[in-house]
């Protein structure tokens, strides 16, 4: 779609989430490639880097770090935000391209479950829904902050 965009000069943005765990994937690699070939400028990957995926944590899945320096080194530019901070999130989407002639990275720091004790930063969580008082006490936790 990008491409598309440039190739009918269209001023539209496209934009992709991802998650840290689908960076571990070579089709994702040889689009990313490809973006940076063409000079996709239009297009923004969000990753949401919360560092957990399936059953475990990305590190001993397959670990991605330097993972900021790999999208630079395939020609994105990048931007790594905490993905908890909207007014952040809504700045730096305001000022793309990261840099001109390149699509943009932005990498959003997050944690999984924030706000739910219980839950914060457990792999447990990524794959379970609450149920019950749980889901309750989830509830109760986040209304509290």
Known sequence: MAYGAKLDSKGH???VLLSDGECDEGSNWEAILFAAHHE????????DYNKIQSLARVAETLALEPFADKWRAFGWGVVEVD?????NLRSVLDALPASPGHPTALIAHTTKGKGVSFMENTVLWHYRTAKGDEFDRALAELEAS
């Open 13 to 15: 943005r496209i934009f």
């Open 40 to 47: 996709l400028d239009n297009l923004v990957a969000i990753v």
């Open 83 to 87: 993905g908890h901070d909207h007014q």
